[in-house]
């Protein structure tokens, strides 16, 4: 019997993988940056209507395709309404369709993965042919398509958007759980006697956890812009709802004359979509345990 | 030591083997092939062999974390190959695993509270005490309570083995299958292990089923030995007759390959010729006759039974003790 001490761990903090995560985090500055900035945009979707400088309907025809000035800070359009004040109410509508269509696609997304990595044979073929058709389709088209079948409305727009969001998610959790599955905390789990679902939902879904909170941030992104492009196209939300899409729609007509109209909208688009996908970068790097400090 | 505690009778574990549309004719790997012994309460039993021999495929049987192709595992008279759902999963309560890597069987994302909470989640086991209970057992295996809110990352691998074991007990198990519980440490951390495992036999009254490949380990924990190759168990009998009168050539190569630790010592080494043959392909009659320096003409028809050749619970599968002249004669060199 050696004297060696095992025993003595140096008496420090409980290091907990939530602290560990905030301290990589933190390093992250564009990543930082744009959680910041979604942190705000977050806020003007709830609090839009109410800081936004004019009516976002009222029409002002004394006021039709103004530049930006010091009364409408980012201009007018063709019908006179505040820009910024349609952006900052739209912002809301945006937030809203991405975050549920993604969240639809994701929640459906998981289980279907899980199901298919877990339980393997004629359920794994089943839901990953299922997949591949979804995925056979460009995103856009695809949600195109659906909505041919639904009709235009920004209700379809997110049913259309989670639906091709949903192969992403159950591919992704699927390829976690064959990893998961075979490891050896999970066989020494089974060896107590744990059942399927407990070793699902306990072991397996917070194993994939990470990898499903990054990919849904950069889907936000995608959603957003896949919601913003059908408006655009007519078959999402309908004018004069200030949808940030629909916005660029209406201002396409005065593309050369009034080009700001059409600006405002797509900066704010484009923002937001950079905004997620940064981020998802960095909470990837941040919850990826190879990169170490 | 006479109560039986668990028999295992001709267990068989077969991988592959099925026709698809691809492959017509798919290789059987035979990993266990007609396995039987009994498990005396209190004892450790301890099982040998190369990689690949089955040893751990036996052990997760018992533990049904595998299907047995064939055989049974009897415990308290009851198959529990048959028991499957919620009564598998109460009867498995009583058996307890302890793997080889302590780095990969604990989850990562839980603390060790949670980790040792665990065992009574799964079965459904009142809350109350938790707490006294978590104490208790990081006490039994030489931690401390203010280990509890820590993660497994934050311990060494002796320190996570101990966890493992903590986990292994929380539910008062009767069988503990070890596998490889300390191959995956350093030396002088495995000799604690392996008194800490003593330790809570001697107070626990536990039966373990310790499987390894390293002989001096095994001696210095097993009461008996069981020493498998291919799939097929060749020698079975207690520690000291193992060590000190090895029947099966087999066995007898195994210990000549032990290292002594002693420089001056020459040791007559049997020095196996050829390579372990493919278990999807083994040897028609006894397993081992390829590399047996003692085999006859019978060794390559006829497959050896695993018995009791001298009435003192000395097994051996091996054709050299049936009585022929052949056997015999071969004894007789053997001794020369």
Redesign the interface.
């Known amino acids: 019997?050696?004297t060696?001490q095992?025993?003595k761990?140096a008496a420090t903090q409980?290091?907990?993988?939530w602290r560990e995560f905030w301290k990589k985090f933190k390093r992250q500055k564009l990543a930082f940056a744009s959680a910041i900035f979604i942190v705000l945009l977050f806020i003007v979707a709830l609090i839009g209507p109410w800081i936004a400088p004019f009516d976002y309907t009222k029409a002002d025809y004394s006021q039709i395709l103004q530049g930006p000035n010091d009364k409408h800070w980012l201009g007018t359009d063709a019908f006179g309404r505040d820009i910024l004040s349609r952006i900052l109410v739209g912002t809301r509508t945006t937030l809203l369709v991405g975050l549920s269509a993604v969240l639809a696609g994701a929640i459906i997304g998981t289980i279907l993965g899980l199901l298919s990595g877990y339980y393997g044979k004629w359920i794994d073929s089943l839901i990953m042919r299922f997949c591949d058709v979804l995925l056979a389709f460009p995103g856009i088209l695809l949600a195109i398509g659906i909505i041919a079948i639904l009709g235009p409305g920004m209700i379809n727009v997110v049913v259309a958007v989670g639906i091709f969001t949903i192969p992403m998610f159950a591919r992704i959790v699927r390829s976690n759980t064959l990893v998961y599955k075979n490891?050896?905390?999970v066989?020494?789990?089974?060896?107590?006697?744990?059942?399927n679902l407990?070793i699902i939902f306990r072991?397996i879904l917070?194993?994939s956890f990470s990898s499903i909170i990054v990919y849904f941030t950069m889907r936000l992104g995608t959603a957003i812009l896949t919601a913003a492009s059908l408006s655009f196209l007519g078959l999402g939300a309908q004018p004069p709802s200030p949808e940030w899409g629909a916005m660029l729609s209406a201002g396409r007509d005065y593309l050369t004359t009034a080009p700001y109209i059409t600006y405002f909208p797509g900066l704010a688009i484009m923002l937001t979509v950079l905004a997620f996908n940064l981020l998802g970068d960095g909470l990837r790097d941040a919850l990826d345990p190879k990169v170490k400090d | 030591m006479s109560d039986v505690l668990v028999e295992v009778k001709n267990l068989k574990k077969y991988f592959g083997g099925k026709k698809s549309l691809f492959n017509r004719h798919p290789d059987t790997v035979k990993a266990v092939d007609n396995v039987s012994f009994e498990i005396y309460k209190g004892e450790t039993l301890g099982i040998v062999g190369e990689s690949g021999c089955g040893k751990s495929t036996t052990g997760k049987m018992i533990m049904n974390l595998l299907e047995p192709t064939e055989g049974s595992v009897v415990f308290q008279g009851k198959d529990l190959t048959e028991l499957t759902g919620q009564k598998g999963r109460a009867a498995r309560q009583k058996f307890q695993m302890i793997f080889q890597d302590p780095y990969a069987s604990l989850n990562p994302r839980m603390t060790v509270r949670q980790l040792l909470t665990e065992p009574f989640k799964i079965h459904g086991i009142e809350k109350k005490n938790e707490r006294a209970k978590v104490n208790k057992l990081l006490e039994l295996v030489g931690l401390n309570a203010y280990h509890a809110d820590r993660y497994p990352h934050e311990f060494s691998g002796g320190q996570r083995q101990r966890i493992v074991i903590a986990r292994a007990l929380a539910l008062n198990p009767d069988l503990i299958v070890a596998d490889e519980p300390v191959s995956a440490l350093d030396v002088s951390i495995q000799s604690q292990i392996l008194n800490l495992m003593k330790k809570l036999q001697r107070e626990l009254g536990l039966t373990y089923l310790f499987i390894a490949h390293d002989l001096s380990v095994v001696e210095h924990i097993s009461d008996r030995v069981g020493v498998m190759y291919l799939g097929n168990m060749v020698e079975l009998t207690d520690k000291k007759s193992l060590y000190r009168e090895p029947l099966h050539p087999y066995t007898q190569a195994l210990l000549s390959a032990v290292p002594v630790a002693d420089p001056t010592v020459k040791k007559q080494r049997v020095i196996l010729k050829g390579d372990l043959p493919s278990p999807s392909d083994p040897p028609t009659g006894c397993v081992f006759h390829t590399r047996c320096p003692f085999a006859m003409t019978q060794c390559k028809q006829n497959k050896p039974v695993l018995q009791d050749i001298r009435g003192d619970q000395h097994f051996v599968a091996c054709h050299l003790y049936n009585g022929s002249a052949e056997s015999e004669a071969k004894l007789k060199k053997q001794i020369l």
């Open positions: 019997m050696t060696i095992e025993n761990v409980p290091a907990s993988p490891s050896l905390y066989e020494a789990t089974r060896s107590l006697g744990a059942a407990y072991h917070p194993a």
